[in-house]
């Protein structure tokens, strides 16, 4: 499978405790982006990597998450002391540097977070 | 700030009755309006990538169009495979100076179900 590929594909925790989410990109892909999506919205932009240098954030990110891509290949997103609001589908998304204007972002599976 | 609306929020459709779904949008200045499938517990499945007021692009039983103010997406005699989530994101232009890195924001979806 060439895809973007997560995991966990699920995971349940109790609040306070800490969780960490892998993301496996397409491998020809330096662009990493990290979405999260709750019941019956559209994804929401959380931070973007290119290469190992994360240059953008969202406000939604708060200083309870970070997010690492240490050699520029796979990535990790943490949350510490979890909350039940942190509880949604976190997506990671990967596509190439442009030389063209665009280039289509493809989606993992997202990781399913429930927060008790 | 980019804003997307997409309507319906639900649409329900008999096999075979052909419709259309809405994406409005209001950006700064618009590189690429995306079109993507979610089928439920899964990440978005990419469908199509529009750049500039008048294109179309097609994919089986699906068209999509693209205005200055909003797309469409047109499904033809729809089968019930075709039931799923529709999203659709846009990429902008950021302001001079600033950098823009494919963020892109989506709207809700549309929830289409055919009915057999």
């Known amino acids: 499978d060439t895809g973007v590929s997560q995991d966990p594909r699920h995971k349940i925790t109790k609040r306070g405790q800490n969780v960490t989410f892998r993301c496996d990109p397409i491998?020809?892909?330096?662009?990493l982006y990290w979405y999260r999506q709750t019941l019956g919205q559209g994804p929401e932009f959380l931070t973007y990597f290119q290469n190992e240098a994360q240059l953008e954030k969202s406000r939604l990110l708060s200083d309870r998450f970070s997010a690492e891509r240490p050699k520029g290949s796979f990535s990790t997103l943490e949350i510490q002391r979890t909350e039940q609001g942190d509880s949604a589908m976190y997506l990671c998304?990967?596509?190439?540097?442009?030389?063209?204007?665009?280039?289509?972002?493809?989606f993992g599976q997202g990781t399913r977070l429930t927060v008790v | 700030e980019d804003q997307v609306t997409q309507s319906p929020e639900a649409l329900r459709l008999q096999e075979g009755e052909s419709s259309s779904l809405n994406c409005s949008y209001t950006v700064s200045g618009l590189r690429g309006l995306f079109w993507y499938r979610q089928d439920p517990g899964k990440g978005p499945e990419f469908l199509f990538t529009?750049?500039?007021a008048g294109e179309e692009k097609e994919k089986e039983r699906l068209k999509a169009t693209l205005t200055k103010k909003e797309s469409f997406l047109h499904i033809t005699a729809p089968k019930p495979e075709d039931s799923a989530t529709y999203l659709c994101?846009?990429?902008?232009?950021?302001?001079?100076?600033?950098?823009?890195?494919?963020?892109?924001?989506f709207g809700q979806g549309t929830i289409l179900t055919v009915h057999p």
């Open positions: 998304a990967s596509s190439s540097f442009p030389g063209v204007v665009n280039t289509e972002a493809f």
């Open positions: 529009l750049y500039s």
């Open positions: 994101a846009v990429h902008s232009f950021v302001p001079a100076g600033g950098t823009s890195y494919g963020k892109l924001t």
């Open positions: 491998s020809e892909h330096n662009r």
